[in-house]
């Protein structure tokens, strides 16, 4: 249900956007999703398909771009890929580990048609 208000979210700033620079139609909308962030992009794009009906941002398409979970390691130092929920680090295998992407969620680019 978290989809949804962020979906939301995601249709209010693209109209926004839109309408700041004259457009009359969202045609794309890029989206960076980290892999922890909890977020579903087949729950978002239902979603979406249906909230942005009568809007300017109605039928666009929505492209996810999952940013792979990293973390820090903060007793050998590296930075290191990691696979789901596993907060070790695969170098020296230490738990003491802070995550530096994974989590972020947000509108990266999109493409809107001209007014005119």
């Known amino acids: 249900m978290h989809e949804l208000a962020v979906t939301q979210g995601i249709l209010d700033i693209a109209v926004k956007e839109a309408e700041k620079v004259g457009g009359r139609k969202v045609t794309r909308i890029s989206i960076k999703l980290g892999a922890l962030s909890g977020m579903v992009p087949a729950c978002i794009q239902e979603y979406y398909d249906i909230i942005s009906e009568d809007t300017p941002a109605y039928k666009a398409r929505l492209e996810f771009d ?4 990293v973390i820090k390691c903060n007793e050998c130092g590296s930075e290191s890929e990691i696979a789901r929920y ?5 170098v020296c295998d230490a738990n003491k580990v802070e995550l530096i992407r994974g989590r972020e969620m947000y509108i990266d680019s999109m493409e809107v048609e001209d007014g005119d």
Do not use: M, N, S
């Open 66 to 69: 999952i940013v792979p979970a």
């Open 86 to 90: 596993r907060l070790r680090c695969p």
